[in-house]
């Protein structure tokens, strides 16, 4: 899965290279053309940065979650499905590939057994015990945007539900994982400290949801022209969600300056 990854941040680094040189030499505009940025983002959001989070939940969601054994077969099949959804893709079949992406994230989820009963407890010492649906919801959003992708790409000046897409996965699923596994782990990786406060953590994910909720559903709302006073809950979900990240941060930070009493040292095994 992580070498799936970096496969894809490499291929990202190199079309990044080559379009901007491209743009260079051409002198015709700072901007990368609209249809090829579309595919660009793709391979920059499926093809990176999923497959590593399918590569860290297989190794640690498990454990945390207390989910049973993961189907290591299936889900290679399924980054798979998701390389041949981002090549589509980059190749301007955009229905297409948007269909194949949406199957390679469900055989993920069931190669995860993430919604299926769990063998054991989830491990919620030290953090907030709402950090299991936390992070099953981070899939939720990952399936909202793949299914986002799929009316963008059956309809015209499909710009704002595009961009809700994209922001379904990126702060939806992308971003929540980091908040609920980041203060899991990040503490521990640190000394094996404890995390400075498990209800901060509570509030900061929580208001990443609400603010990327705002967000995902006003720029349907508002960039297609369906509603015009939407356009006032954009700021608003912003606001909400840098709220957000800078609670995330603040407590990370003071779990990381305070002094680590010997009795108060925690494990992720």
Known sequence: MVIAGSVGLCLTLLVNFGITLILAMRGTSPEIPAEFDQRFL?????????PFVWGFNAKWL??????RPVRGRVLLLAVALNSTGVLVAFAGWMTAATLVLIV????????????????????VKGVHKSFPVFVRSAYIW???????????????????IWGASRHALTVGFLATMVFAIGQRVLPAFSGMRLLFS?????????LL?????????????????????????????????????TLFAANLLATFVRRTHPRRRCSIS
């Open 42 to 50: 793709v391979l920059q959001t499926w093809g990176f940065l999923v």
């Open 62 to 67: 498990p454990v945390f979650l207390g989910l």
């Open 104 to 123: 390679g994230l469900m055989t993920a989820l069931y190669s995860l057994r993430l919604f299926e009963p769990p063998a054991r407890p989830a491990k």
């Open 142 to 160: 990952a399936l909202i945007a793949a299914s986002l992708g799929i009316w963008a790409a059956s309809v015209q000046n499909a710009h704002g």
């Open 198 to 206: 498990t209800k901060l953590m509570f509030v900061a994910t929580l």
């Open 209 to 245: 949801a609400v603010g990327c909720l705002l967000r995902v559903s006003s720029e349907i709302l508002a960039y297609q022209g369906l509603v015009r006073s939407v356009w006032a809950w954009l700021p608003v979900s912003a606001i909400t969600e840098m709220t957000a990240v």
